[in-house]
């Protein structure tokens, strides 16, 4: 399925975009091993189609604090027949989330839609792979590895570190071919982010669009909630967030719970 980035942008519209996680790993922080056979991930896909999402996320290696890599072998082991079970199953747009070019690639060829970077650019081929595949890529900043994430936050002004970082992307992505309009922003919330400077991030997410790019906010069930809302639950909590995050500019939104988020626009 053809989509561009541009396509994503809200336009003022008060719903955003939707994409419903599908990790098709055993170890994900909230739901490693529900989905991780081609049946499941069919089924929840259909599932988060439902429910109203307009993108299905699908991830082979989960980047939950501490995670341990996996190869590009496990990776695609993982991926490739649940993959094909959801692109036959579902008629929405679906990204892969993933840090491997060489697993990006492959995903695409396949029918994905989307490439998903959290790693920012960290393979030096994932850019290259974007613009010959001329698929939209989002590029994320983060601080740390999924080994620090909980231990290790941005010193100082996160949203200027962010914005710095994702400058540099943007300009490493164009050059490699990447044309403007694939390019999706998101700045990283939770990956080496305080609870108060995640919910700096929401609250200004329009900051990282640059006047060009449609960003995406990742809350979904993360540690800051709890600080944030405390008293709901991990679903609820994460709508709270959601519509901060649609209040302060974003224009997608990436969730567990597509449903307990779609009502609330």
Known sequence: MTIKATDLFRHGAARPVLMGILNVTPDSFSDGGRWDTPECARLHAIDLSEQGADIIDMGAESTRPGAEPVSEEAELARLVPTLEAVLDSVDRPVSVDTMKASVARK?????????????GLADPGMASVAAEMD?????????????????????????????????????????????????????????????????????????????????????????????????????????EACL?????????????DVACVARRF
Do not use: C, W
């Open 107 to 119: 995903a695409v060829e396949m029918g994905a839609s989307i490439i998903n970077d959290v790693s």
């Open 135 to 239: 698929v939209p890529l989002v590029l994320m900043s983060s601080y740390g590895t999924p080994e620090t994430f909980k231990t290790q936050t941005i010193p100082g002004d996160a949203v200027s570190y962010a914005l710095g970082k994702l400058r540099d992307l943007v300009d490493a992505a164009l050059d490699a071919g990447v044309k403007e309009h694939n390019i999706i922003i998101d700045p990283g919330v939770g990956f080496g982010t305080s609870p108060d400077q995640a919910v700096e991030m929401i609250t200004r997410s329009g900051e990282f669009s640059m006047g060009r790019f449609p960003v995406l906010i990742g809350p979904s069930r993360k540690r800051f909630l709890a600080k944030k809302y405390p008293g709901l639950d991990a679903d609820e909590a994460t709508a």
């Open 244 to 256: 901060l995050a649609v209040a302060g500019g974003a224009d997608i939104v990436r969730v567990h």
